[in-house]
């Protein structure tokens, strides 16, 4: 199972990193175009908009998250707060889900103006992206926590 997991979060790292990566590449290629050439790429906002989009909702699964430590860091309350933050979380990415699903029923059909593909796009972000988010908060807190070294 380690194997697999280890795969599973190369591939997340390399398909964040390759879609940082063409945010990065879109949004210098559109400063040059529009600064030096003075042209535009007229796709280039609705492009980086999806791709945002993508890269926050497949990056926030591997991010630490704030919290409380004045009342989380109480040994007593810790198992009970960590328990009702999972459910809080799944329950809101569930949401997000929901969400995702009903506005791409409802405007999947429409198309992005410049770049002609279907806005179903952006809303499978919130569908695939908030899955697993959700995936990795139930994963993360039935494994134990690794120790860092050097702490």
């Known amino acids: 199972m380690t194997g697999l997991v280890?795969?599973?979060?190369?591939?997340?790292r390399i398909i964040v990193g390759g879609l940082m990566l063409a945010v990065v590449v879109l949004t210098v290629s559109q400063v040059f175009a529009r600064y030096v050439l003075n042209s535009s790429i007229i796709w280039a906002e609705e492009a980086n908009r999806l791709l945002y989009v993508w890269v926050i909702l497949l990056a926030?699964?591997?991010?630490?998250?704030?919290?409380?430590g004045l009342i989380a860091d109480k040994p007593r309350l810790r198992p009970a707060l960590a328990r009702l933050g999972?459910?809080?979380?799944?329950?809101?990415?569930?949401?997000?889900?929901?969400?995702?699903?009903?506005?791409?029923?409802?405007?999947?059909?429409?198309?992005?103006?410049?770049?002609?593909?279907?806005?179903?796009?952006?809303?499978?972000a919130a569908i695939l992206g908030g899955s697993f988010w959700a995936v990795v908060l139930v994963w993360r807190s039935l494994t134990p926590p690794r120790e860092e070294p050097g702490v």
């Open 6 to 12: 280890t795969l599973v979060v190369r591939l997340w």
């Open 86 to 124: 999972v459910i809080a979380g799944v329950a809101a990415l569930g949401l997000v889900v929901w969400g995702g699903w009903t506005m791409h029923a409802v405007f999947g059909s429409d198309r992005y103006l410049t770049l002609g593909i279907s806005k179903s796009w952006y809303f499978w």
């Open 60 to 68: 926030a699964a591997g991010a630490d998250h704030m919290r409380i």
